[in-house]
């Protein structure tokens, strides 16, 4: 009986999670929207939410929203997939996930590439970087906007203060070639995995490490099973807010401007408010009991000097131009 009660109470946690907007009535389109992320704080979980809830006020009666966080309806090695088989409409992926469909988006993971977020999104917003919103056009995925994580921090099971310290460790990746040389630039092993798999890959040592912003390593509790989290800033994390073309041009043009507006409008806000929200979750790491080991400009220059050879390494699949662009952001 008390199984059946907690098996009850779990499957009610997790509708009350994966339907937290879906209010949807007959006659709307309606719009999933899957992602990977979780917690309250994170700046991907507000944006979408803010997304959903403008969609769900301003074209009530007209389309509907439903957000999907956590990996629920899809983790991230499904998500897009399912976008082109129409399985779901609205995601925002890390742009580390779209190596097998163009390795432009390399550009976003080269490291210490932008000094600090403002820098990637004077970048996003430029010409060469709107251009690449519709990179992956031919394939059928629409960009509707970059929305910025944050900065991201290696962390592991000892203290890493310099590069050489990560010798021979094993550190979780997203699925980029860039993020595999830029491990393999420090001596160590980089090993791709899904993002909701991480906890347990770093708690069980599968990994003694891994890398990634303050919000993700706060919502998803990495520093309650790492030694430390190192403050590198070696490296961006941000989204492809998109869609898929079959579901954006099967909408009568009207509902179609509308859309993109809040689309737009949404997506300036997320960049605004997201230096605050990273903040907000490196106290928060520090409050719960995280250590945070801060470097000094000596010890930072070993990581720039150790990682920054990685660039050439991609410069023909990216193209000199755009790592230019980037680099003067
Ligand atoms: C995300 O923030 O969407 C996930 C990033 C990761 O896989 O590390």
Not at 25 to 45: C, D, F
Not at 149 to 155: H, L, N, T
Not at 173 to 178: A, G, P, R, W, Y
Not at 235 to 249: G, K, N, P, R, V
Request: aromatic share 10%; glycine share 8%; hydrophobic share 40%.
């Amino acid at each position: 009986m008390k199984k059946l009660t907690l098996a009850l109470s779990a499957l009610a946690l997790s509708i009350s999670a994966s339907t937290a907007f879906a209010s949807c009535e007959s006659g709307e389109i309606v719009a999933k929207l899957s992602h990977v992320t979780g917690g309250t704080t994170h700046p991907k979980v507000v944006a979408a939410n803010q997304f959903a809830e403008r969609v769900n006020t301003e074209m009530n009666g007209v389309m509907c929203v439903e957000v999907f966080p956590n990996s629920t309806l899809f983790g991230d090695s499904k998500e897009l997939e399912a976008l082109l088989l129409g399985d779901v409409q609205i995601l925002a992926p890390s742009l580390s996930k779209f190596g097998s469909y163009s390795p432009k988006y390399g550009v976003f993971d080269l490291p210490f590439i932008f000094k600090d977020m403002d820098a990637a999104i004077r970048f996003a917003n430029s010409e060469a970087g709107k251009g690449l919103l519709n990179e992956m056009q031919d394939v059928g995925f629409v960009g509707l906007g970059y929305w910025m994580s944050g900065m991201k921090y290696f962390s592991a099971n000892k203290p890493l203060i310099e590069p050489s310290d990560a010798n021979g460790m094993k550190f979780r990746v997203q699925t980029s070639d860039v993020a595999k040389a830029m491990i393999e630039a420090m001596g160590a092993s980089p090993q791709p995995m899904a993002f909701a798999e991480v906890y347990g890959a770093l708690q069980t040592g599968v990994v003694d490490g891994q890398e990634n912003t303050w919000s993700n390593i706060y919502t998803k509790k990495f520093f309650e099973v790492q030694d430390s989290v190192t403050e590198t800033n070696h490296q961006l994390l941000a989204y492809l807010f998109m869609t898929s073309s079959e579901f954006l041009d099967g909408l009568e043009p009207e509902v179609r401007e509308q859309f993109l507006k809040i689309a737009d409008e949404v997506t300036q806000q997320a960049n605004e408010q997201v230096k605050a929200a990273e903040a907000e979750n490196r106290a928060n790491i520090l409050e719960a009991g995280g250590k945070i080991n801060t470097l000094t400009d000596e010890q930072r220059q070993k990581w720039v000097d150790t990682m920054k050879p990685v660039w050439k390494q991609f410069e023909g699949e990216i193209g000199a131009d755009l790592i230019e662009a980037a680099a003067g952001s």
